[in-house]
């Protein structure tokens, strides 16, 4: 991958949130990492561990505590209004809950034009047919455009918001749980769509998922983030075929066996206890206190990322130098 342009550039990213008597919440705690073009990197693990905050931060939603991004190499820069207007023709975001990020008091194609509108690129006649393609393009009918959100099913109103991320042809797109408000009956369809769009408009895709099973059919490389912190991260196959973080193994062991081919964890690891509060303090590794295998430094030194094999780093005191 190295000979490959890194379009999104984090190093070093925190993102803390106040809750009171001067205690801190490390939702994001120093992440480092590069995204390539054209590449779909997905992002795992469970409730808490600040996948959406750092997926807010990466489209300049949250300014970073700490650290820096730089998008197609330039310091990405959201604090002035013409700045985020600019980086929003270039990047777009699709939500978890299509229904509660749509406007019920507009109708399709004045959500989907919204962006257009604001950036002034199409008008009238141009305008509708933009938005009739993007219907299309989405797997809706065109006709479609003058009716209202509660018109849809779950899953057209999810393709209606992946219209709208995509009316102003970006080039990156960060998903947010796209499927996990909707029937798994429909899951597929709209992860298949994900897949063929991302192809077709060659675009680089960010996608947050709870669930393993689908990540492992859209993704080129995962990331497993725990408790603020990305613990482990290489292609899709070698997560799957060889996962090394206790945590990733952890995770594997609780999807439920429906793939076809039937792949099971190297090493079985069940993940027992919960999730700590990020506004805890921990000196060492933050999963230790759930991890069968830990040892005393694990209380004491936050292990550092290595790299165990070509393109797959883990942060974890086993795999230490
Ligand atoms: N705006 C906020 N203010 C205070 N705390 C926040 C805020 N947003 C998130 N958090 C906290 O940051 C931590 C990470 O939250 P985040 O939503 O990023 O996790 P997540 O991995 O997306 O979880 P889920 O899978 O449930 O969506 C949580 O403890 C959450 O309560
Ligand atoms: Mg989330």
């Known amino acids: 991958m190295s000979n490959r342009e890194v379009l999104l550039s984090i190093k070093g990213l925190r993102k803390y949130f106040a809750v009171g008597s001067g205690r801190m919440l490390r939702a994001v705690n120093g992440i480092d990492l590069d995204i390539y073009r054209g590449e779909t990197l997905s992002l795992v693990g469970e409730s808490g ?5 750092l997926g807010k931060a990466i ?45 019920p008091r507009k109708t399709v194609a004045a959500i989907i034009g919204e962006g257009m509108d604001i950036h002034g690129l199409f008008r009238g006649r141009e305008r509708l047919e933009r938005i009739c393609e993007l219907l299309e393009l989405v797997g809706l009918r ?14 057209q109103r999810q393709r209606i918001g992946i219209a709208r991320a995509l009316s102003l042809g970006p080039e990156f797109i960060v998903s947010d749980e796209p499927i996990s408000a909707l029937d798994v009956s429909i899951q597929a369809q709209i992860v298949n769509l994900l897949k063929s769009l991302q192809r077709e408009l060659s675009l680089t895709h960010l996608f947050i998922a709870h669930d393993l099973n689908m990540v492992r059919y859209i993704s080129d490389r995962v990331a497993v983030m725990y408790l603020g912190s990305i613990v482990e991260l290489a292609d899709s196959g070698d997560i799957y075929a060889e996962p090394l973080h206790p945590y990733t193994q952890g995770l594997l062991s609780a999807v439920p066996v429906m793939n076809p081919d039937n792949i099971r964890p190297a090493g079985q690891e069940y993940l027992k206890g919960e999730i700590p509060s990020p506004a805890s303090d921990i000196p060492g590794c933050a999963f230790c206190s759930r991890c069968s295998r830990a040892m005393p430094v694990c209380e004491t030194a936050r292990p550092q990322p290595v790299e165990a094999a070509p393109g797959h780093t883990v942060a974890c005191h086993l795999y230490a130098n």
Do not use: C, W
């Open 142 to 155: 065109r006709e479609m455009a003058s009716r209202y959100p509660h018109e849809f099913s779950g899953g």
């Open 49 to 53: 561990s600040g996948k959406s905050t």
């Open 59 to 103: 489209m300049g939603v949250y300014p970073p505590t700490e650290g820096s991004i730089h998008y197609a190499g330039q310091p990405f820069l959201v604090k002035r209004k013409q700045d985020r207007l600019a980086f929003s023709r270039r990047a777009q975001m699709i939500f978890q809950d299509p229904y509660a990020s749509l406007n």
